[in-house]
């Protein structure tokens, strides 16, 4: 705990991260900025061979997704639902007055249409399965998101709101685990230009409640999901900071995804943490970036 809140401090000191008054939510400074910008063009110049449709998205989702996502069974304490005011002006008097006696004005907010994104990849699948079948050769895309999740923590590399850059496959299962395979081959080259050390490990998602055991063992024992992991703020402890995950045909039946000759497509993913590689860069080349390895800097800069 005491080298997550060290490192905190003196990525506050050196000014490239700023406090916004609650742990895990930060204001990142240009060279963040920089750091964060090169390594999504490390990762687009890689992608960009297997002709990956790109979409970006706003940190939020339609609530009637979300719920089908099954995020709520999975993580309920790491979502957020977004909740507006939605009173008469009798209601917005009482507000007022509460605001004015510091007391909680929000007890009567209402859910909204929207949800917080968990996931980047989360929007994509209704947006795919509208369109009808996928093509032959299945689907790539090429997306990122900022993602939502309610984890108030002193480490850095734990922020409640980031970004997560994703290549997403839909189409026959074969390919799809295919995909996921090239990905892990393909990120491990990539800390490996950027100097970073890593391991990739079977993850460990922190599932809720005595059912979320059982999912925990169900992903582990079908190796669903792979995360690389490079050590942070611990050596005992590293972060993850890519996930590498086969869905089954999870999203495929639950939004309806279908291939061309009408089977029920499968759906992996591969997710790059961008804030958390950008803090892994600055822990293990320093708070000057231009000091850092001149091979790092040009994978990252040109
Ligand atoms: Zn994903």
Known sequence: MDMQVSYLDRLFD????MDMGVDG??????????????????VSRVGRADGAETMRFPPGMYMKHFEKSGYMGNFPQLAGTIHSFCGCEADHMSLIQCLQAGED?????????LAYTPAACYPLYPIVAARGEL??????????????????????ARQQLFRQREFVWMG??????GFRQKWMDRAQAIMTELQLPHEIEVANDPFFGRAGRMMKNTQREQTLKFELVIPITSTSNPTACCSFNYHTDKFGQTFGLKTADGEVAHTG????GLERITLALFHHHGLD???WPEGVRKALWG
């Open 269 to 272: 993913c591969v997710g790059f």
């Open 172 to 177: 026959k299962a074969e390919n799809v685990q």
């Open 135 to 156: 093509p032959v050769e299945g689907g790539v895309y090429d997306i990122e998101s900022y993602c939502f999740r309610h984890e108030p923590s002193k480490d850095p």
């Open 25 to 42: 939510l930060y204001a990142r400074s240009g060279l963040f900025e920089d750091v964060v910008s090169g390594i999504e063009a490390m």
């Open 289 to 291: 970036a231009k000091l």
């Open 105 to 113: 004005w929000t007890k009567d907010q209402k859910a909204t249409d």
């Open 14 to 17: 050196a000014g490239i991260l």
